[in-house]
């Protein structure tokens, strides 16, 4: 992954990078404002820069040099210098302030904008890219957008900085400045060669310390292996390399550093200023020279080297925005989105009967995993679907919930297309419970809830005494307050299931869909969640996955799935008679059931 | 400063670079003060018009080799110090990593994988940061600050000095503070961060629930009002963040004040000279970074101290598995008897026992079975045979020996344990095959690879062998990486091989493959299978059936076969899903 990504790093062609740029750019545009102000205060601190050097050259020329100064004078100047000082101080201060604001903005508007984006994609985007990739793109990589704006800033600084510097120069001196422009070219080399060696190094650095930090996490991730074979001497021993060439090469980005880096500005700066005594001094064995115009050119000369450092420091901190524009910019171009719905506001669902009429589905546009599928339920019937992993029976719950759009057929509720309900419709007539209950941080209430705020406390209470969660929450510390740690880690599956259940009841759904847990659940909470599921399915139509076949008995009807087809169908009763598959199965489990 | 103390062995270790790069740093420190002299002098040469040619070349050729002099020992203390400190990362890094190759399981219980990976990064860059960072601060600000008093004092003007100097220890105290809250600050960023990686994390993992329950707009509104609290907490960092340069400007402005206010009036009282006055004040310039960096100091080495605390606190845990000395060196052979009394993990409490009264005997070269109902306890039994805990009533013994009288070498070497949760390594198959010992050749490997039935797979992936396994490269399916796994094992040609459920993911032909080839090449070997399908183990020559920890049925196949158990219902159940799976095809 690591190399992939500094692959990517390098390939990125300059056109390319300038098209991301614009693009991750126009994130910024609702905060132009105060990015502008922010820009207008680095205008002023730039002023005051140049300000300050010029009270002291004024003060040494026009007074002390001439032997005029008075001490109503010399308190003046100190008063003056303060004054500009404190101007400094608050212009520093709000062009910081209003720039990270900005820019943190920048970062939460590009946040909010990539998650909106992200639920507007389908379950395809989610079921084949990985949770951690996408994690990452919504935290580490727009958090690295900070980074990025802040070389903005040090750019912005910079060149205001040595435009400023270099504008008060000439305001002193024309001759003097065309010379240390002289050094311009010199540091535009430097800068280049920098660029070059350093952002190879870097880039080699940053991936021997993920190499480093990969190899330390799999280590400990398979220690129980690695001592099993006994192999920790020989991984030491390769860990040792890894580590000793992450060293060097850390090693050689400090001596890059130290040789290009504020030693080498350092020294081109006295260099100037040995150019500035030589040509003052040179004019000066002929005819008198001002003074306080030479303290003037060395601070000014100073302006003009100091943000260059900083500069060639963000240089590699540019190169990870660039790259991490672009895998934010990847997901923004998604096109996997959740599927059409035609837009008719009014229709809603009044029975909930159900149809499949010759579907045909596939997920890679290839290898169908339905094949003509046609089945009904009418309304407050159960459909169970049975067949073993594979055969088709969560294809059918993907495409009825419209997490994937079929290919073919039609799927009709209440005898109208499914796709002329808004999804809102169909996600609040349709409740789904899935195999794995998912639980969120936060309280039992808020699981039940769901963040629909129009959810009464009663109704929730009602709904978890409907399907017999009332009696092990209300024994929890806090009741429907208690605390739901992540993913639910403190309740058992048959508990987290109950739950479950009372959140799909209290929207009182038309249409229930049931995808049974296949893991054991726990002895004691086994016949709750059995009673809990017959509750549920009275009065309502039920399309239900079943993987124990006892609780389906009494279905109306029976499919029986086998590589996306329907091989068998019909009551329970009539199935056994029939001798087939759906026998086999259900003498299978009977013998399971009995052991158990 | 007990930290550096603390470190002293480093810094023992490496004195002459560390005293190379702290003399460099103070000659550069007196180097630094030389150019503003130069320009005083050369602004009084001109201002008196005493300026001559020859003086000027004079002083400028000082100027410039000054700078050179400079540029030089600059480099020389960065490389020294910097890397000095790169070095003591390395070091500990590698102290770190050896340390936990050679610590007990109950360690890894203790400690999860992130906390650790957070001693090896952050803890290490705190340490990092006092090794370089905390030294040439130190150095620096000793250096840099005296010399230039000294000098501004001889130089110059003592009057002006003590007076103009007044308001820098602000800096000090400044940088001190605003660095304290900085971090507490950016400590609530982070947590806030933290929180909406959580959120992130939960939503992405539940977007089917999210998406069952139609529930994207409210999910969306969450999250903004997550983002905020972040905008909201690193609100507070930047109000403390954006004090820094303006907290300076403020103080030296002060001392400006001071300068101008008595350095004009020395110059009118001509107590001192125009070219001392320039020189000043470049000079009180020079002061700011280390006054500021005294500041500075203090918060490195608070954080650098307790990242050590924190490293040392790992290093001093030990583990429970210990080589006895003079340990038995022979490989083990002959019989394996296991005689536990009771067992139970170090967290578990007391009454819930994990294990309780197994006992059997294994002939070498036999076949022992172990079924029973996930969580019964088959696992448990096997982890003591390979050391994983020491702590049992009972014994374990291997031809004669207890296990925990061999050398680690002795025993673990010659064991090929294929565990259930069969862990590869981002490696290539090939050195996942012979992870046991990289040095073996291809043929060995394939030999391996062609008895766990894996090899025709192998050489269907588009790179065969160098195929890279995990994130980075292919997915193997489950059956796929435990036949590697079992490859991996049968390469040491071990004298007990170890079948912990490993087989549970491929079909019931493969199975009966592997087993029988293992069968034919593991002749007067030793093997143990544990196993959920009884297929797996119905060939061995005793069976013994797990529940609760203990063994409650035990025999031949056959004979287990007359009893009306647990082993005789999984095997007609087992024997009917077979059937189906038969029609299936």
Request: glycine share 6%; charged share 25%.
């Amino acid at each position: 992954m690591e190399q992939q990504e500094l692959k990517d790093r390098r390939s990125i062609p300059f056109k390319e990078q300038m098209t991301i740029l614009k693009r991750i750019l126009s994130y910024a545009s609702p905060f132009k404002k105060q990015f502008m102000v922010a820009i207008g205060f680095s205008l002023a601190l730039a002023v005051t820069n140049a300000i300050l050097p010029r009270i002291i050259q004024v003060f040494i020329d026009d007074h002390l040099a001439t032997g005029t100064a008075t001490l109503r004078i010399v308190l003046l100047f100190a008063f003056i210098h303060f004054g500009v000082t404190l101007v400094r101080m608050v212009v520093w201060y709000c062009e910081l302030y209003l720039f990270n604001m900005a820019s943190e903005k920048t970062v939460q508007h590009i946040r909010n904008a990539l998650y909106t984006k992200l639920h507007s994609l389908g379950m395809r985007f989610f079921d084949k890219t990985a949770t951690g990739w996408i994690i990452t793109r919504a935290t580490n990589d727009t958090e690295a957008m900070k980074d990025f704006w802040h070389v903005f800033l040090t750019l912005i600084q910079g060149v205001l900085g040595v435009a400023i510097s270099l504008g008060a120069m000439f305001l002193l001196d024309v001759r003097v400045t065309l010379w240390i422009l002289l050094f311009a070219p010199i540091l535009l080399v430097i800068v280049r060669f920098y660029q070059v060696y350093s952002s190879k190094n870097y880039n080699e650095m940053k991936s021997k310390l993920s190499m480093l930090n990969s190899k330390l996490a799999e280590t400990i991730n398979g220690m129980a292996v690695i001592q099993q074979f006994r192999q920790e001497k020989r991984l030491q021993k390769e860990f040792k390399e890894t580590n000793q060439s992450y060293y060097d090469s850390r090693f050689s980005v400090v001596k890059i550093n130290a040789l290009l880096l504020s030693p080498v500005i350092n020294f081109l700066y006295t260099l100037a200023v040995v150019l500035i005594l030589a040509l003052f001094g040179y004019d000066a064995l002929s005819s008198p020279v001002e003074v306080g115009v030479i303290f003037a050119f060395t601070s000014y000369a100073n302006d003009f080297f100091r943000p260059l450092t900083r500069l060639m420091d963000s240089l590699s901190l540019f190169q990870d925005g660039v790259v991490s524009s672009s895998r934010i910019l990847t997901v923004m171009d998604n096109e996997e989105y959740v599927p059409a719905q035609e837009d008719n506001p009014d229709s809603v669902i009044t029975e909930g009967k159900v149809e499949f009429k010759d579907v045909s589905f596939s997920y890679d546009g290839e290898n169908e995993v339905l094949k003509n599928i046609s089945f009904k339920v009418n309304p407050g019937e159960t459909v169970a679907l049975v067949g073993h992993t594979g055969s088709g029976k969560s294809s059918i719950i993907n495409v009825l919930m419209r997490f994937y759009d079929f290919d073919k057929g039609e799927v009709l509720i209440d005898g109208k297309s499914i796709k002329s309900f808004p999804i809102r419709e169909l996600r609040q007539r349709t409740g789904l419970v899935l195999q794995d209950s998912f639980l969120f941080y936060g309280t039992i209430k808020d699981n039940i809830r769901l963040m629909n705020p129009s959810i009464t406390d009663r109704e929730i209470v009602e709904a978890a005494r409907f399907v017999q969660a009332d009696s092990f929450i209300e024994q929890l510390d806090g009741q429907y307050d208690a605390k739901v740690v992540e993913r639910g880690a403190s309740f058992s599956s048959g508990q987290k299931q109950l739950i479950s259940f009372a959140s799909t009841i209290v929207r009182d759904p038309k249409i229930l869909i049931l995808d049974e847990a296949t893991a054991n659940i726990d002895t004691e909470t086994e016949s709750l969640i059995q009673e809990g599921l017959q509750r549920m399915r009275k009065g309502r139509t039920t399309v239900a996955i079943a993987h124990r076949l006892s609780t389906i008995r009494d279905a109306d009807q029976i499919l029986v799935l086998d590589k996306g087809r329907i091989v068998e169908r019909g009551t329970h009763d009539e199935l056994i008679e029939r001798g087939g598959l759906y026998k086999d199965m259900y003498e299978l489990q009977n013998l399971g059931l009995q052991q158990a | 400063m007990g930290i550096f103390k603390r470190l002293s062995w480093f810094f023992k270790q490496e004195k002459k670079s560390y005293l190379l790069g702290i003399l460099s740093l103070v000659i550069v420190a007196i180097l630094q003060l030389i150019p503003p002299r130069i320009i005083g002098i050369v602004v009084d040469e001109i201002g008196m018009n005493e300026i001559t040619q020859s003086s000027l070349v004079y002083w400028l050729t000082i100027l410039a080799s000054t700078a050179l002099g400079q540029y030089l020992l600059r480099y020389l203390w960065r490389v020294k110090i910097w890397g000095n400190a790169a070095k003591l990362e390395a070091i500990v890094r590698e102290q770190l990593y050896n340390h936990f190759t050679n610590m007990d399981s109950n360690f890894f219980q203790k400690y999860r994988t992130g906390d650790l990976m957070a001693h090896a990064t952050n803890d290490l860059r705190g340490l990092r940061m006092v090794a370089g960072g905390g030294i040439l601060t130190l150095a620096d600000a000793i250096s840099v600050g005296l010399t230039t008093l000294v000098a501004m004092i001889f130089v110059v003007d003592w009057r002006l000095t003590l007076i103009a100097v007044i308001p820098l220890p602000l800096l000090a105290i400044a940088s001190r503070v605003l660095g304290k809250k900085l971090h507490l600050r950016f400590r609530d960023a982070q947590a806030a961060f933290s929180q909406l990686n959580d959120k992130v994390q939960e939503s992405i993992q539940g977007i089917k629930v999210i998406k069952t329950f139609g529930q994207e707009k409210e999910d969306i509104e969450d999250f903004d009002v997550q983002t905020d609290r972040v905008v909201e907490k690193n609100k507070d960092v930047y109000k403390i963040d954006s004090l820094f340069d303006p907290a300076i400007t403020f103080i030296m402005g002060m001392s400006y004040f001071l300068t101008i206010f008595i350095g004009g009036l020395l110059i009118m009282g001509n107590e001192i000279t125009i070219g001392d006055f320039v020189t000043f004040i470049n000079y009180i310039g020079m002061l700011v970074w280390p006054m500021f960096a005294i500041g500075r100091l203090f918060n490195i080495i608070e954080r650098g101290s307790a990242s050590y605390d924190r490293i040392e606190n790992l290093l001093r845990e030990e583990t429970s598995i210990i080589e006895r000395q003079g340990a038995v060196e022979k490989p083990i052979s002959g019989n394996l008897t296991f005689a536990i009394d009771s067992f139970n993990y170090p967290d578990a409490d007391a009454d819930a026992e994990t294990l309780k009264d197994i006992h059997f005997t294994l002939p070498a070269g036999g076949t022992l079975g172990i079924v029973g109902r996930t969580g019964a306890g088959k696992t448990s039994i096997l982890k003591l045979l390979l050391r994983e805990h020491d702590h049992y009533k009972g014994q374990i013994t291997y031809g004669g020996y207890d296990i925990r009288d061999y050398t680690l070498d002795a025993l673990l070497k010659h064991i090929g344990y294929v565990p259930q949760d069969n862990y590869l390594f981002s490696n290539t198959i090939r050195e996942n095959i012979r992870f046991a010992d990289p040095t073996l050749s291809q043929s060995a490997v394939e030999a391996a690879a062609k008895l766990a039935n894996i090899h025709d797979d192998i050489v269907d992936l588009p790179n065969g062998y160098d195929t890279e396994v995990g994130e980075r490269g292919v997915s193997l399916s489950g059956g796929q990486k435990q036949r590697i796994s079992i490859a991996r094992a049968v390469l040491i040609n071990p004298e007990l091989m170890i079948l912990d459920d490993s087989l549970s993911a491929v079909d019931a032909k493969t199975e009966e493959i592997i087993l029988s080839g293992l069968k034919r090449v593991r002749q007067g070997q030793t093997t143990i299978i544990a196993a959920h399908r009884i297929s797996s183990v119905m060939h061995a020559e005793e069976i013994i059936v797990v529940d609760d920890g203990t063994i409650v049925e035990r025999g031949t196949h056959d004979q287990l076969l007359e009893v009306d158990g647990w082993y005789k219902d999984m095997y007609q159940q087992q024997q009917l899903e077979r059937k189906i799976e038969g029609e299936d095809q």
